[in-house]
C-alpha cells in the first residue's frame, strides 16, 4: 500500500513540473502576445475577437476532448498531444504575419481544451489513495509556481535589451522552446513509467450516469464562478483610480497567487480529512468560495491599503479553492467510466461562467461599482442556496 502511495505521489509530482513548465511557457507568452499582435499590424478590435475565439475554443472543446477520452479510454493519448501543441508558443517566433501568429496561439488553446480533462482524469485516478484534496493542492501548487515564473521570465529577457523591437520579442518566443523540450521528457517519463499505473478501482454496481448531486454541484460551480471578479478588472480599477501606485499592481497579482499556491496545499488536506467521515464530506468547504466571493469587491474597491490587501488575499484563497477542491470534488461524486467526461463538463461550463461573468463584470463597473457589487453580491447568496441543498443531498 505505501508503496502504491509513493508511486501516485512521485505521478502528481511529475505531472505538476509538467504543467509548471506548460505555465511558463503559456502565460509568459500570454503576457506579450497582445504587443506583439500589434507590432505585427494587428488592430485592438482583431486582438479582442480573436483572443475571445481562443478562450472560447480552450473551453468548449473540453465538452468533447473529455467525451472522446471516455469512449477510446485514450486519457494518456489526449493529455500528450495536448501537451505537444504548446509547440505553437515557440513557433510564434516564425510568424511572419498577425494571420499566422494567431493560429498558433489559437492551437495553444486547443491543445489546452484537449488535455485538461484526460489529465485530470489520470491524476484523480491515483489521487484517491494520496488524498484528492492534497493531490490536486499539488498540482497547483507546482502550476501556480510556472504561472509565476513564466511572465518574470520573459521580463528578464527583456530587460538584457535596450529597445524591444519585434527581434526581441522572437528571440523571446524562440527561448520557450527550452522549457517545451525539458516538459516533454517529462511527460514521457511520466506515460513510460506509469502508463498502466492506476490505483482507483472501479466501484461495484457503479452508475453509468451523472447523479443529481454532479449536475447540481455544476450549477452551483457555474453560479459562483459567474460573480467571481477578474483580476484584470482590479487592476484597471486600482490604475484608474489611483488607489494604488501602477508599479505595485503587478505585486498585488503575486501576492494573490502565492496565496493561491499555499491554499491549494492547505485546503486539499483539509478536504481530504473531512473525507474521512463520509466520502462527500469534504464538498462542505465549497461554502467558503461564495462567502470569499462576495466579501471581495466589499474590500478591493475601499480606499483603504488595508482592507485591499484582505480583499487580495480572499481573492487568492478563491482561486486557490477553485483550482483544488473544486476539481477534487468531480473525482468524489463521478463514477470513473464517465470521469474525463466529467472534467470536461466542468471545465466548460467554469469557463463560460468566466467568460461570461467577466464581460458582465466589465459592464458593471462602467456604469456603477454599486451595481456591480450587488451583481457579485445576488450570485454569490444564490449559489450559497443551491450549496444548502447540495448539502442536504450529501447529508
Avoid: C
Avoid at 21 to 38: M, S, T, V
Avoid at 93 to 114: D, M, P, S
Avoid at 123 to 146: N, P, R
Wanted: glycine residues 8%.
Amino acid at each position: 500500500m505505501k508503496k502504491l502511495v509513493k508511486q501516485g505521489l512521485i505521478l502528481i509530482t511529475v505531472f505538476g513540473i509538467v504543467s509548471l513548465l506548460g505555465d511558463i511557457i503559456y502565460e509568459g507568452a500570454r503576457g506579450i502576445n497582445g504587443q506583439y499582435l500589434q507590432i505585427l499590424g494587428a488592430s485592438a478590435a482583431i486582438i479582442g475577437f480573436f483572443a475571445g475565439l481562443g478562450e472560447f475554443f480552450g473551453y468548449a472543446l473540453r465538452l468533447v476532448s473529455g467525451y472522446i477520452s471516455d469512449k477510446t479510454k485514450s486519457y494518456w493519448m489526449l493529455t500528450i498531444l495536448g501537451y505537444a501543441l504548446l509547440i505553437s508558443i515557440p513557433f510564434l517566433a516564425f510568424a511572419g504575419n498577425w494571420q499566422v501568429a494567431i493560429i498558433f496561439i489559437i492551437f495553444e488553446r486547443i491543445g489546452k481544451a484537449l488535455r485538461s480533462p484526460a489529465r485530470d482524469t489520470i491524476i484523480s485516478y491515483v489521487a484517491k489513495k494520496v488524498g484528492t484534496g492534497f493531490g490536486f493542492g499539488i498540482h497547483e501548487f507546482l502550476d501556480q509556481v510556472g504561472a509565476l515564473a513564466g511572465p518574470l521570465l520573459i521580463s528578464l529577457v527583456f530587460l538584457n535589451f535596450k529597445t524591444i523591437s519585434l527581434k526581441e520579442y522572437k528571440y523571446a518566443y524562440s527561448l520557450l522552446l527550452i522549457p517545451f523540450l525539458v516538459l516533454m521528457i517529462f511527460l514521457f517519463f511520466a506515460y513510460f513509467s506509469f502508463k498502466n499505473f492506476r490505483i482507483e478501482k472501479e466501484r461495484k454496481k457503479e452508475k453509468e450516469k451523472f447523479s443529481g448531486i454532479f449536475w447540481l454541484y455544476i450549477f452551483f460551480t457555474f453560479v459562483t464562478t459567474l460573480g467571481f471578479i477578474n483580476f484584470v478588472i482590479l487592476g484597471y480599477h486600482f490604475k484608474f483610480k489611483n488607489v494604488i501606485p501602477e508599479v505595485q499592481i503587478p505585486l498585488l497579482y503575486s501576492l494573490a497567487m502565492v496565496v493561491d499556491a499555499i491554499t491549494a496545499l492547505l485546503i486539499g488536506k483539509t478536504y481530504d480529512r473531512l473525507k474521512k467521515r463520509s466520502e462527500k464530506f469534504g464538498l462542505l468547504l465549497l461554502f467558503l468560495i461564495p462567502l470569499l466571493t462576495l466579501l471581495i469587491p466589499f474590500l478591493v474597491f475601499a480606499n483603504n491599503f488595508t482592507l485591499i490587501i484582505l480583499g487580495i488575499l480572499f481573492f487568492g484563497i478563491v482561486i486557490g479553492s477553485h483550482e483544488t477542491i473544486m476539481r477534487a470534488a468531480i473525482a468524489d461524486i463521478t463514477p470513473i467510466s464517465k470521469r474525463g467526461s466529467a472534467y470536461g463538463i466542468f471545465t466548460a461550463f467554469y469557463g463560460f461562467a468566466s467568460l461570461i461573468g467577466s464581460a458582465l463584470i466589465g459592464i458593471f463597473y462602467e456604469v456603477s461599482i454599486f451595481y456591480l457589487t450587488v451583481f457579485i453580491f445576488i450570485t454569490q447568496i444564490f449559489a450559497l442556496a443551491i450549496f444548502y441543498h447540495l448539502k442536504r443531498k450529501i447529508s
